[in-house]
């Protein structure tokens, strides 16, 4: 097979420029500008939240947007900052600095491509709902929770970063409220709450952006209000490249911490960050698919992806995905093509470049406001309610996902929530399947026409197999077939089971040898292709022979008796 087979890369921006138009692209354009105008204030609230800074928020939204547009594997995917990774990265920073957010966004980006070029990105989309959701939820609470001191202008230096104590801090300083501060928190969320009811192409959130900037310019110089927060100085233009290191005098990370030891410690940050970035990224992805009717290439958004992640920390960018609401912008205001997500990246770097002096004016309370609309919009209660009704199982997952990412951490509740999604997968898989065991009679049946009732010959016995053969049966089976009183011909009926595992065959294997020691034959009935193929290869058939491996009942039951009569001529 050829390299270029193997490595599923094909970005959908050299696919579209094919077969482009002037209409297209006046369409992309228009998208273009109103995305872009959408991505100011959350690239800059983002930015900020995470620990960073506005310009930080948008070279990323800047740089990562136009690489994700012209390699990745969605023709209207929107790339940048989002709120997912604020909590991850705040705590990154606070505990290594800027070159340990550097390192592990760069060993995100290298994983993010190691997936796609290893196809991984189809298995990462069937990542359980309810941990989506679980996760999800609960960083949007986090979120919310690290807006209060800002919203409300409590003026606490250093907010705790645990969420009991966050709020504890929170109480213990709620009577030094801004009240100014507060009321411009409130009211900016109050006008992006009800800016849609209104108009449905203004952002809500440059809006309020904008009116509570021209509010708060008022408030200080003809009313000598100086308590409220702006973001303060914006450096004009692009970052420039950087390379991570460790200075001299000057250590950018904890002390004692060479550079491959910190690569060893944030190792599992970086997993964390390349698997959320790839579920958030595909997910928007095939939501995007069911509104423009088309098909994205998940390996080459994965790759996509990883590209935007290994450039964007060398400018002093954070990590970056496909982001939901901007691309959704995208498509209602008719993008169609990857030229509306890169026309989006220009609008932001005019705005990095010729308006950094009116950006810095932007007031901290209203940029909280910003991001706890970002929050609810975020947490999904709608669908928590609804999952609240359907199962048990479904429900305990997200939860605890949710507790676990509010009160620990996003890593931890990802690898506890799979855990728990795969032994709850396991036990109503065990609970669907059925190993039972027939002598004398057994009836089959025809998809409820031509019901028969065989008859099994004497000395043999059935053990019919429902469901798929993985460990947990394996080990029901080797228990059954060890507390049954013992046949010469014992036939294991498969023509349910959908497939084998490791454990299966092990245990089948066994069973096999043990009953050939005690001169016991076996038979096998109604085996598929796949099981077949599985059987093969593990030497199960070999065991049994050729001979008695029967496409169906009825040869399986015709080979019991040929056996049958050879043993009564033995005798």
């Given amino acids: ?104 966004t760069i060993m995100a980006g290298i994983i993010l491509v ?38 409300l202008g ?27 501060s507060a009321g411009m928190g409130i009211l900016s969320v109050v006008l992006i709450a009800l800016t849609p009811k209104f108009s449905k192409k203004i952002p809500g959130s440059l809006l309020a952006i904008i009116v509570m900037t021209l509010i708060g310019y008022v408030l200080r110089e003809y009313a000598g209000v100086t308590s409220i927060d702006t973001i303060g100085s914006m450096p004009s233009g692009l970052p420039p490249f950087r390379m991570p290191s460790l200075p001299e ?14 690569i060893q410690e944030l190792a599992p940050v970086a997993f964390t960050i390349a698997m959320l970035g790839a579920i958030e990224s595909l997910l928007s992805a095939m939501v995007a698919d069911g509104v423009i009717g088309d098909r994205h290439n998940s390996n080459t958004e994965l790759i996509g ?50 308006l950094g002096g009116i950006v810095e004016h932007i007031p901290m309370p209203c940029l909280a406001g910003v991001l706890v609309m970002v929050s609810y919009n975020m947490s999904g ?25 509010v009160f620990f951490d996003l890593t931890l509740a990802i690898e506890v929530g799979l855990v728990m999604a795969i032994v709850l997968f ?70 349910k089971v959908t497939f084998i595992d490791a454990t299966g065959l092990h245990n089948l294997e066994i069973f096999i040898e043990a009953s050939h020691k005690a001169g016991r034959t076996i038979i096998l009935s109604g085996v598929n292709e796949n099981v077949e193929k599985a059987l093969r290869k593990g030497g199960i058939v070999r065991l049994v022979g050729d001979e008695n491996v029967c496409g169906n009942i009825h040869l399986a039951l015709k080979r019991a008796q040929e056996v049958a009569d050879a043993l009564a001529l033995a005798k």
Wanted: glycine share 12%; proline share 5%; with cysteine.
């Fill in 1 to 104: 097979m050829k390299v270029k087979n193997l490595i599923d890369f094909r970005p959908k921006f050299f696919d579209t420029m094919k077969n482009y138009s002037r209409e297209k692209f006046a369409a992309d354009v228009m998208a273009g500008i109103i995305v872009g105008i959408v991505a100011i204030p959350l690239a800059i609230a983002f930015g900020i939240a995470s620990g960073v800074g506005p310009a930080e928020g948008l070279t990323t939204a800047i740089i990562a947007g136009l690489l994700i547009s012209v390699f990745g594997g969605s023709k209207v995917q929107i790339g940048g900052p989002t709120g997912a990774f604020i909590i991850i990265i705040y705590g990154v920073i606070q505990d290594y600095k800027l070159e340990g957010l550097m390192i592990a």
């Fill in 154 to 180: 409590l003026g606490i230096d250093k907010v705790p970063a645990n969420f009991v104590d966050k709020w504890a801090c929170y109480f213990e300083n709620i009577g030094s409220i801004d009240y100014w």
């Fill in 381 to 405: 209660w709608r669908t928590i309610k609804s999952m609240c009704k359907s199962s048990m199982s479904g429900t305990s997952v997200l939860f605890v996902t949710l507790l676990l990412t």
């Fill in 114 to 151: 190691i997936m796609g070029l290893c196809r991984l990105g189809t298995i990462i989309k069937f990542m359980p709902y309810p941990i989506i959701i679980g996760f999800t939820g609960g960083i949007a609470i986090t979120i919310f929770s690290t807006q209060i001191n800002d919203l």
């Fill in 305 to 354: 992806q990883g590209i935007a992640n290994v450039v964007v920390p060398f400018f002093g960018g954070i990590p970056a995905t496909g982001a939901i609401a901007r691309t959704m912008a995208n498509i209602n205001n008719g993008g169609r093509t990857p030229v509306a997500g890169i026309v989006h990246t220009l609008v932001l770097l005019l705005v990095l470049l010729f």
């Fill in 249 to 262: 005098g000057a250590p950018a990370l904890p002390e004692g911490v060479t550079f491959f030891g910190i």
């Fill in 426 to 495: 396991m036990k109503r898989a065990m609970g669907s399947a059925h190993i039972s065991v027939v002598r004398n009679e057994m009836g089959v049946h025809n998809d409820g026409e031509n019901d028969e009732v065989l008859t099994i010959p004497a000395g043999a016995e059935v053990f019919e197999i429902e469901g798929p053969f993985f460990f947990g049966i394996a080990n029901k089976f080797d228990e059954l077939t060890r507390n049954s009183d013992a046949m010469p011909i014992r036939i294991v009926r498969m023509r």
